[in-house]
Every structure is written in structure tokens, then in C-alpha cells.
């Protein structure tokens, strides 16, 4: 049964992936984009980071998105693929793979376009057969699960969990039992009754933690 801590408490990522979606503005996930010595951005989400401070350690995608003076400034940075099959947040993943960097948070993957936050949020099942993945939002964390899975949480912390493909779906430590839904709301809204929650799934899983403002110490940052 593989165990997820809550996000504040482990390990610094080998990369965060910085999608062209909303910026964060919440102390969490700032917290690790502050300081994670490797940020992969999708094209044009480098410009927000730079605005924000930082630079990217690379810039991943067919760079139509970012205007020419960064485009020049920055052009040693730039990795194109301009193969239309996938998008910017895959080519993003390929190319920390491809440099060994197997543990992962994705961030600004939310907000902006609908359409693009559901393809976003639906990629972390395929992701998870090859790295350690998780998404931070400025609400919560997604985490893909395949099979049993135990979390850390705190009493009453809200929960979701979307059924991807699972056949057979239980829980344990959680106000509401769970089944193998076959709609995505029926998952929503749940809560976690004590420090940690357990799930039993035949297959893929979406996990959604709420943060919890006032249960969690986060961080300041200072850029």
C-alpha cells in the first residue's frame, strides 16, 4: 500500500512543471516553486515566472507563446516539439523524464480554460506509471493512485475521489463510504475523520486533498 504524507511535510521535488495555466498565489505551492533548483515551464508560462522572479530551467514547447524579446533572451533555454499529438504539460513530463527527474509536482495546471484543466487533471493517471506526480493548485493537491493507497490528512479535512477506471472502490477513515462511482460528483465532498485515510481500488484513482488554511503552517516566501 503506498503512503502519501500531506505535500508540506515531504521531500523537496527533483522538478516542479510550471503549466501556462493561472500563477499560483498560494503560500504552498509558491513555497516549492520558490524553492526547487529545477523548473520546467510550458512555454509560455515562463514569462509569468519570470515576472515572478525566477528563471526557468528550461522552456518546453513549440515557443509560440512567449513574445520575441524572451524568445532571444532565453533561446538557450527553449526545447521545441512542435508535434500537435500531445500537449505543453506532456512535453514538459517527457523532457524530466528524460533527464532522470522521476519526482514531480505540476503546478499553474488549473484556472484559465476549463477544457484545458480537466485534460490537465486527466494526464496524472497516464503520468503515474512512469514518475511520482502530484498537482498542487492554489486549493488543493491531486494525487493519481492506482491500487491501495493511505494518505495523511488532519480530522475533518475535505476530500474528493474520482473514479478513473475502478471496478472495486472502498475507503476507510472517511465520513462517507466509497464506491466505484460512475460519475465524478459522487465522489466530492467528503471528509477525513482522523490523521490518516485509506483506500482499496482494483485500478486508477484520483485523490483530492483541500488544504485547510486554518490546519496547515505554511510557509512565507520571499523572493
Known amino acids: 500500500m503506498n503512503y502519501y504524507p500531506l505535500v508540506k511535510t515531504v521531500a523537496e521535488p527533483e522538478a516542479v512543471i510550471l503549466a501556462d495555466g493561472s500563477f499560483p498565489v498560494h503560500p504552498l505551492p509558491l513555497s516549492f516553486l520558490y524553492r526547487c533548483r529545477r523548473i520546467v515551464c510550458c512555454d509560455g508560462a515562463a514569462e509569468a515566472l519570470i515576472q515572478w522572479g525566477r528563471e526557468p530551467e528550461a522552456i518546453v514547447g513549440d515557443g ?3 513574445n520575441l524579446a524572451l524568445r532571444e533572451r532565453y533561446a538557450a533555454l527553449i526545447h521545441r516539439e512542435t508535434e500537435q499529438e500531445t500537449n505543453d504539460l506532456s512535453k514538459a513530463f517527457r523532457y524530466c523524464l528524460k533527464r532522470g527527474w522521476k519526482k514531480l509536482f505540476i503546478l499553474g495546471a488549473t ?3 476549463e477544457d484545458h484543466t480537466m485534460g490537465n487533471i486527466s494526464l496524472l493517471s497516464d503520468y503515474q506509471a512512469q514518475a511520482d506526480v502530484q498537482m498542487l493548485t492554489d486549493y ?3 494525487t493519481p493512485v492506482c491500487g491501495d493507497a493511505e494518505f495523511e490528512c488532519f480530522p475533518g479535512q475535505q476530500v474528493s475521489v474520482f473514479n ?3 471496478r472495486s472502490l472502498s475507503g476507510e477513515g472517511l465520513v462517507y463510504p466509497l464506491s466505484a462511482f460512475t460519475n465524478w460528483w459522487q465522489g ?3 471528509e477525513a475523520l482522523a490523521g490518516t485515510f485509506k483506500i482499496y ?3 486508477r ?11 496547515e503552517n505554511f510557509p512565507n516566501v520571499e523572493k
Open 164 to 166: 478513473r477506471d475502478c
Open 188 to 190: 466530492t465532498l467528503n
Open 205 to 215: 484513482l484520483w485523490v483530492y486533498r483541500v488544504y485547510g488554511a486554518e490546519k
Open 140 to 142: 488543493g493537491l491531486f
Open 111 to 113: 484556472g484559465k480554460r
Open 201 to 203: 481500488a482494483d485500478k
Open 64 to 66: 509560440d507563446s512567449l
